[in-house]
Structures are given as structure tokens and as C-alpha cells.
């Protein structure tokens, strides 16, 4: 069975893409694979670049932030439509490798958050064994 994509692992999940918490948005992702990294791509205008928090252990990625509302006090003006979420948001990724956290990077330019995440490599050992032969009973 050949091995599945990223990307088909996550469409295949039920939550993909989750948040641990009910109270947290979601921003719109994208994530998709070139090469030996995949890429995530999230839509976070108008957040200040110091909300951003990105963590990684094992094979998780968690993306969070806060996007502070535009008015002093949003109850003293009257909206017509309100679409975009304030708050804190949060992200969770899991992937079906593990990750270099090392070599994770991350760019935050014209409303996006983009982060490429490197596969960890496993690392090979070549171990010499010694093959120990019983001396035999005559």
C-alpha cells in the first residue's frame, strides 16, 4: 500500500485541523507538501506580530494568537455585520511524522502566517555484532 500524502491524511481526518478549546477561532489554513517540508499557511490579519506563539514537540505543531478588537469598546458603536473574530485563536496540527522542531521557520507578512516544518530525518545506526559461537561437548 503506497504511503499516503499529508494532505490526504488530513482530509481523510474526521478534525483535521482542531482547536482544544470551544472559547478559541480558528483562522482559515492551508497546508500542503513540497519537497521535505510542508508548509502552513494562516490567514491572521491585523494581528500584532508579538501575539504569535509557535510550538512544536514530538509530531505537533500548535499555532496560537490573540487579534485585539479595532474599538476601545465594541458595546458603544452599533454594528451591522460583524464577521471578523477577535480574541484568542489556536491551532493544532498533527502530523503523521515527526518534525524538526529545529528547523521549523515561520515568515508573518500581509496577513499571513507562514511556516514550513521539516520532516526529522530519522537517524540510522550501524551497530556491529559479534557472533559468539558455543564451544562444542565432546
Do not use: C
Not at 89 to 115: M, P
Amino acid at each position: 500500500m503506497p504511503e499516503r500524502s499529508l494532505l490526504d491524511h488530513f482530509l481523510s481526518s474526521p478534525r483535521p485541523l482542531f482547536s482544544l478549546s470551544s472559547q478559541l477561532w480558528n483562522p482559515p489554513t492551508d497546508v500542503y507538501e513540497s519537497g521535505e517540508a510542508t508548509t502552513i499557511k494562516i490567514e491572521v490579519a491585523g494581528l500584532d506580530e508579538s501575539e504569535l506563539r509557535i510550538t512544536a514537540q514530538s509530531n505537533l505543531l500548535v499555532v496560537r494568537g490573540r487579534r485585539v478588537h479595532g474599538h476601545a469598546d465594541p458595546a458603544s458603536v452599533q454594528y451591522h455585520l460583524m464577521e471578523i473574530r477577535y480574541g484568542e485563536f489556536e491551532r493544532v496540527l498533527a502530523f503523521s511524522f515527526d518534525i524538526d522542531e529545529a528547523g521549523i521557520k515561520a515568515d508573518y507578512e500581509r496577513g499571513f502566517l507562514v511556516i514550513q516544518v521539516p520532516r526529522l530525518v530519522p537517524q540510522v545506526t550501524r551497530v556491529q555484532v559479534k557472533i559468539i559461537q558455543e564451544a562444542s561437548e565432546d
